[in-house]
């Protein structure tokens, strides 16, 4: 079974560019998070998605941040304008429903703002 | 408020040398801890979940035990390649949507000496 794919693994940016990371899930997860991860620190809740349905976003911030989980499998994460504090990891994981218990993670991607 | 502190925040054990990891926890209701493994460059690995106090599961040279307030990753008999940061994260029952969102500590970062 194919594990939770991203792209890209690594990104470069200047500030204020605009950035956008992918995801694929595990055939059949219906439930998919994004995460983000500062150095030293564990992974931080941006959203949740169960399907194509954000149900938790709180901790997104929603004035340069964005998703879209268009037909509920693959995800998109968007940052614009970037700033120099969001370099960090950006991980997605899934899982196969708000009930089960186990969530799979992806490689993440790995932000670097200039 | 959920909080989770992992102790220490290093460890160096020379191969072979047995040792213990802490992960302590605040949470309303526990409805799950969890052990993951992540290797530098890569997304958290599972490793276990725990459920109730007296609860221990076992994979190879690691063995995670769990009682109300603390949950305990022993390494017997390590070798280099356990090498990881290993993160704890707890799942709270009080969440109103029934949700399976993960609280995650800081982690605790494995060196194993050959």
């Known amino acids: 079974e194919a594990g939770v794919v991203q792209s890209p693994r690594y990104k470069i940016i200047e500030k204020k560019q605009p950035v956008a990371f992918w995801c694929n899930p595990i055939?059949?997860?219906?439930?998919l998070y994004w995460y983000l991860q500062n150095l030293g620190q564990g992974p931080e809740l941006l959203i949740r998605?169960?399907?194509?349905?954000?149900?938790?976003d709180s901790q997104l911030p929603k004035d340069r941040f964005s998703a879209e989980r268009l037909k509920g499998v693959d995800s998109t994460l968007k940052i614009q304008p970037a700033e120099l504090g969001d370099s960090a990891v950006y991980l997605c994981?899934?899982?196969?429903?708000?009930?089960?218990?186990?969530?799979?993670f992806g490689p993440g991607t790995r932000l670097t703002v200039l | 408020e959920d909080q989770v502190t992992q102790s220490p925040e290093a460890l160096r054990l020379q191969e072979g040398e047995s040792s213990s990891l802490n992960c302590s926890y605040t949470v309303s209701g526990l409805r799950g801890l969890f052990w993951y493994r992540q290797d530098p460059g890569k997304g958290p690995e599972f490793l276990f979940t725990l459920y109730s106090a007296g609860e221990e599961k076992e994979k190879e040279r690691l063995k995670a035990t769990l009682t109300k307030k603390e949950s305990f990753l022993h390494i017997t008999a390590p070798k280099p390649e356990d090498s990881a940061t290993y993160l704890c994260a707890v799942q709270s029952s009080s969440d109103q949507t029934g949700a399976n969102n993960l609280f995650f500590g800081t982690g605790t970062r494995l060196t194993v000496i050959p």
């Open positions: 055939s059949g997860h219906n439930t």
């Open positions: 994981a899934s899982c196969r429903d708000r009930v089960s218990d186990t969530q799979y």
């Open positions: 998605y169960e399907n194509e349905e954000a149900v938790d």
